[in-house]
């Protein structure tokens, strides 16, 4: 049974900082990993999406990597902003249904100004 | 993209009662998904909804708790029935486009 686990839980950082979230998943046989922010009470928002064949995908300031074989993910943020706070939360597929995520259970990023 | 209008945002409502939250996408997709969030919890699916058929429900979910529709291709409903304090939750909505899954903004449920 796949398994999604998110550390830290929590971060807090000063603005310009550069951070990373791991996220690492327990069946590396994935179609998939998807990045997303949740804002408090609202909805979620896709961020990257890496196919199983890929290493790393980049939007803007966000560059996430993804190595299968030893089941984990990194989103990186550069230069981070008070904008930037949020929940990260990230999937994979459970099988080839890949609307059916298994999500972790995310890191809530606080920049501080 | 998608762009996924759920309604309503919000409602507080009381013990016993039914809920129907509304999925509207800008784009026909043929699979439609709903998610439960919990208070400080990760998201969790409840069913998987398609066009003509009856919606396929997750372990510890059932149709009469949470009756799905999905009359067209851009549309479909979850109603919450029955309603107890530990509905309250949020309920998200989603589509697949390409091997994307977009959201709705999501209903915040809370129940008296």
């Known amino acids: 049974k796949q398994e999604v686990t998110q550390i830290p839980a929590a971060l807090s950082v000063p603005e310009g900082e550069n951070l990373v979230l791991n996220c690492s998943f327990t069946?590396?046989?994935?179609?998939?990993l998807q990045w997303f922010r949740q804002d408090p009470g609202k909805g979620l928002t896709s961020l990257l999406l890496i196919q199983s064949s890929q290493r790393e995908q980049t939007s803007g300031r966000l560059n996430a990597s993804l190595d299968k074989s030893s089941g984990r993910s990194t989103l990186y943020i550069a230069a981070s902003q008070p904008g930037d706070s949020a929940t990260y939360l990230c999937?994979?597929?459970?099988?080839?249904?890949?609307?059916?995520?298994?999500f972790g259970q995310g890191t809530t990023l606080q920049v501080k100004p | 993209s998608a762009v996924i209008s759920q309604k309503p945002s919000r409602d507080i409502c009381q013990r016993g009662t039914s809920l129907t939250i509304q999925c509207q996408v800008d784009?026909?997709?043929?699979?439609m998904f709903w998610y439960r969030q919990q208070p400080g919890q990760s998201l969790t699916l409840i069913a998987t909804?398609?066009?003509?058929?009856?919606?396929?429900?997750e372990s510890g979910f059932v149709i009469d708790k949470f009756p799905i529709s999905r009359p067209n291709l851009t549309f479909s409903t979850l109603t919450v029935s029955n309603m107890s304090p530990e509905d309250s939750s949020i309920y998200l909505c989603s589509a697949t486009v390409g091997e994307k899954l977009f959201f709705g903004s999501g209903t915040q449920l809370s129940v008296l």
């Open positions: 784009s026909q997709v043929t699979m």
């Open positions: 909804a398609n066009q003509g058929s009856e919606a396929t429900y």
């Open positions: 999937a994979v597929p459970s099988s080839s249904n890949t609307g059916k995520l298994i």
């Open positions: 069946d590396s046989a994935i179609y998939n």
